[in-house]
């Protein structure tokens, strides 16, 4: 079976979360939330445009989350390479935002594909029971392939595990062969945890945040 990472929109470390939460923001976030498609459906084709406000004038990220929506700069897309049966962009109007992250012509990523590659019973998860039966994930710390396993989608969702975004080791390193930033492929073994760990085009480094030092730090632990 090939690797398979966690697609993770990933800030950078030198934004802190409260500049971020007053920098950017949908002005129709209310909206957006009532209209989301669930993870396994394709949104409508009357979904609203999302009205994004970014105010940090130097940022320039490929992508980032905001009000729990994935969103892609032009040049992520290119190099993710993917139709339009593997993911849907919905759009944004970025008019109200910087200009330099106004020219990123980022869009909203909705990836509606699943596939049945967890292993439920080998992974680490908390979650809550749900009327008719079902499971709701809150925390995942680590995330076991079925032996089995294999997708037919580079980009994709989990079965069970819906709320997260799934990918092929082909995909991860088309996309880190383009250079995109704001996004770390994380090893489902060590999610929820530091230090973390994550695909680079060497193979697996893990990496820490220095509070003190305000600097990032990561060697290789698996070439590949």
Sequence with gaps: ??????FKPWLPYEIGLFEWSQQCSFVNRE???????APD???PADFPTARLELLLEYFCADCF???SFVLVSQDLRDAMALGPQNVQYLPVDASLSAPLPRSKNYMIMHVPVSENVAD???SDYMFRHMPGGSKSVLAVWSIAMRRDASPKHELFRDDFFQKHIFCTDEFAVRVLQRKCTGLRFLDLRYLGREPVHFRTLGGIEEGEWDLVQK???S???QPM
């Design 1 to 6: 079976m090939s690797a398979v990472w966690l």
């Design 31 to 37: 909206e957006l939330s009532r209209a989301r498609p």
């Design 41 to 43: 459906t394709f949104a």
């Design 65 to 67: 989350l905001s009000n």
């Design 120 to 122: 439920v019973d080998q």
């Design 215 to 217: 600097q990032h730090y």
């Design 219 to 221: 060697n290789m632990v």
